[in-house]
């Protein structure tokens, strides 16, 4: 969510207007005034956004080209001139690409203005701003004629507005406009068509990311239901969009061969239909459960089919794993089933996939006894869905964590423990009812998040629970009894980095007054532990271009740093189990913390790492917390790899949480310093390497 801005603003000394912007702290919990440039959003946008990662798809560039290439051939055969319409230039790679294979004239639209002053410079600096011709508008917003943007209509069209769900980005009204106003009739689209796949799958590994499920002890004895609202939610047709192909396929039943679901023309030689929904009848190769559907897409980028630009999963390609052009702009993705099927080895059944303008969703059914509700679009009802995101669904059924947290509170509790809850959605924390506990106090600041809980303790006929909307709440209560412990995962909605979830501290240190003197606190330190890795794609996110496909990129290279400078952190957080690497280094301890007692000061760290040259060049360190619950180690909760990291192996990384990562070009190097500083009066971490 971009800061909400306020009005006033002033000069800063190198004369750029400045404003205050409000923004949550997501480890203090508080809104904090800062002081940025009033140019930050679209920085921001800028350096977050895909251009990089797209333009290092040589690929995606390569068959564009190529179909470009062939269009304008093709134009010049009929005796005709080519006229380019390039849609969402970006950089102004496809239009160099056309001028350089020949066409007449190039117009290029880009609505974001930042990239379409980018664009200008960069076709100057490759010397085309004679031959192209940039309009910073929305497609939508061209005109024809005399003295419009274009003074007559385009014969070739190229343009890529698409997402890993395809349609997302408004492709169909994009080409259903510019066919009805700024093309001719015979014009030739680049791409030509696209087709979407889809495949039926059983995974409880993948559901673990949809479905809550129950929680039982060591013993098989059930400790915590599922409340039928949430176990019978047809959950959200939101897409999940991840790199399948780092999926175990030891993890996943395939179902179904994948089938082709829709096909849209992009060529103008039919209509693109807005919403529809169409059936196919598959005959099942396995008997399992249907739980979910992969999709992935692909192009037909020229007129006679010979170029295909593919998205699918490594199991669909011909070639070898490691062979498949990697992308991060464009991914798979999983939509879940609203209910699960039961299906038996060659059963027809019949897969539903339906689309509206900008989205899809599917259905699987074991006969064709169909209702209108079939083709619903699946909507949350029960407020999980809406409240936390796949991951943390993933983590709160992850049966290893949960093992840790009720063995903990096995060893802790009993009849006198009067316990508060720091964290937001922690369900599995209701154990402590079950084992004896006096009292358990909640503070759950989303009125969702407490509907959700509240829903949970009816289900399982827990009485002794009292929720509260806030600390203050729970301060002005009457009849609170003394607290002797605290609780905490620690997890919080608003939590990105791996130490946004220190907010237990600030919140730990709001309740003191209320805490026994010998109260227990779980957990009780929290170490911050970050490694060297080679990752072999992750950082083509922020590398510079240098060159794309022989035009200079400069200019854009400049714009990214220049507003990455401005809105970024330095280290993000990132899923780094999708994105393969080789640990360059020993583990290091960054810095041990004490929940219970923090210095209100600068704390500063500042050390190296030790690289393994020769695995190879350096190019990120990744960063994780580890939360100390007590002596065991057993109980210790990581963000970080589910097993010790070995040098030159690879990781492997907590599927359920994101770790933060710091990306840079490729270092070859013995050692990388680095400094830590942790401010915890304005509540800032930071992490630089030198």
């Given at each position: ?22 923004k949550l702290n997501p480890i203090t919990g508080l809104n904090d005034w800062t002081v940025q440039q009033e140019d930050y959003d679209y920085h921001q946008e800028v350096a977050r956004s895909s251009f990089a990662d797209m333009l290092h798809d040589t690929e995606r560039n390569q068959k564009y080209e190529s179909a470009l290439k062939s269009a304008i051939k093709m134009m010049h055969a009929n005796g005709k001139k080519a006229n380019v319409l390039d849609i969402g230039t970006g950089t102004g790679l496809l239009s160099m690409m056309a001028v350089k294979h020949g066409a007449d004239s190039v117009v290029a639209c880009e609505a974001f203005v930042p990239m379409s002053e980018c664009a200008q410079k960069v076709i100057k600096r490759n010397g085309f701003n004679e ?560």
């Amino acid at each position: 969510m971009l800061p909400r801005v306020y009005a006033r603003v002033f000069k800063n000394y190198s004369s750029k207007m400045s404003i205050f912007v409000q923004k949550l702290n997501p480890i203090t919990g508080l809104n904090d005034w800062t002081v940025q440039q009033e140019d930050y959003d679209y920085h921001q946008e800028v350096a977050r956004s895909s251009f990089a990662d797209m333009l290092h798809d040589t690929e995606r560039n390569q068959k564009y080209e190529s179909a470009l290439k062939s269009a304008i051939k093709m134009m010049h055969a009929n005796g005709k001139k080519a006229n380019v319409l390039d849609i969402g230039t970006g950089t102004g790679l496809l239009s160099m690409m056309a001028v350089k294979h020949g066409a007449d004239s190039v117009v290029a639209c880009e609505a974001f203005v930042p990239m379409s002053e980018c664009a200008q410079k960069v076709i100057k600096r490759n010397g085309f701003n004679e031959k192209i011709k940039i309009i910073p508008k929305r497609s939508t917003e061209l005109t024809v004629g005399p003295n419009g943007d274009l003074s007559t209509r385009c014969n070739i069209l190229v343009t890529e507005v698409f997402d890993t769900e395809l349609i997302g980005e408004g492709a169909m009204a994009t080409f259903t406009h510019a066919h009805k106003v700024l093309l001719e009739k015979d014009c030739i689209v680049v791409p030509q068509s696209a087709t979407i796949y889809a495949q039926v799958v059983e995974s409880p590994f993948i559901q673990n990311w949809n479905k809550l499920k129950d929680v039982y002890d060591d013993e098989g004895k059930l400790l915590i239901k599922i409340p039928p609202m949430i176990r019978n939610c047809a959950g959200s047709a939101a897409v999940h969009d991840l790199q399948l192909s780092q999926i175990n396929l030891d993890l996943v039943k395939f179902l179904t061969a994948p089938v082709p679901v829709f096909r849209f023309d992009w060529s103008g030689r039919t209509p693109l239909i807005f919403e529809q929904s169409t059936i196919h009848s598959i005959r099942a190769n396995r008997a399992g459960v249907a739980q979910a559907v992969f999709m992935w897409w692909d192009l037909q980028m020229d007129t006679e089919g010979k170029v295909i630009l593919s998205c699918a999963p490594h199991w669909v390609h011909s070639v070898a794993k490691d062979c498949i052009q990697w992308r991060d702009h464009w991914m798979q993705a999983i939509y879940y089933l609203p209910q699960e099927v039961i299906i038996n080895r060659d059963m027809e059944i019949n897969l539903i996939s339906s689309h509206d303008e900008y989205s899809l969703w599917f259905n699987v059914r074991s006969d064709l006894k169909l209702t209108n509700t079939d083709y619903l679009k699946p909507i949350c009802e029960c407020g999980l869905h809406m409240t936390v995101s796949r991951t943390r669904v993933g983590q709160i059924n992850d049966s290893l964590r949960n093992k840790k947290y009720i063995s903990l509170l096995e060893k802790n509790v009993n009849r006198n423990s009067v316990i508060l809850v720091l964290s937001d959605g922690f369900y599995l924390s209701l154990c402590a009812a079950k084992l004896g506990a006096k009292k358990i106090y909640y503070i759950e600041t989303n009125h969702l998040s407490r509907k959700i809980l509240l829903d949970f303790i009816q289900h399982n006929e827990i009485s002794n629970v009292e929720i509260f909307e806030n600390i203050e709440a729970l301060q002005s209560h009457e009849h609170l009894d003394k607290i002797n412990m605290v609780f905490g995962e620690p997890y919080f909605l608003n939590n990105i980095l791996p130490w946004d979830n220190l907010l237990f501290s600030y919140l730990l240190k709001g309740v003191k007054t209320l805490l026994t003197g010998d109260a227990k606190i779980f957990p009780k330190t929290v170490v911050i532990k970050a490694l060297a890795v080679k990752f072999s794609d992750l950082n083509k996110i922020r590398l510079p271009l240098g060159e794309c496909e022989g035009f200079l990129m400069k200019d854009f290279d400049e714009l990214i740093q220049t507003s990455s400078n401005i809105s970024d952190d330095n280290v993000e957080a990132q899923p780094l189990w999708e994105y393969p690497g080789i640990a360059l280094s020993k583990t290091l301890e960054i810095i041990t913390i004490d929940l219970t007692s923090i210095p209100e000061k600068v704390i500063e760290r500042s050390g190296q790492f030790d690289i393994e040259e020769r695995q190879g060049p350096c190019n990120g360190i990744a960063l994780w917390v580890e939360w100390i619950n007590d002596e065991d180690l057993k109980n210790v909760i990581s963000s970080g790899p589910i097993l010790s990291p070995q040098i030159g192996h690879s990781i492997d990384w907590d599927v359920h949480t994101r770790q933060g990562v710091c990306l840079f070009a490729d270092r070859s190097t013995s050692k990388i310093d680095y400094t830590f500083k942790f401010d915890f009066n304005e509540g800032n971490i930071s992490f630089r390497c030198n």
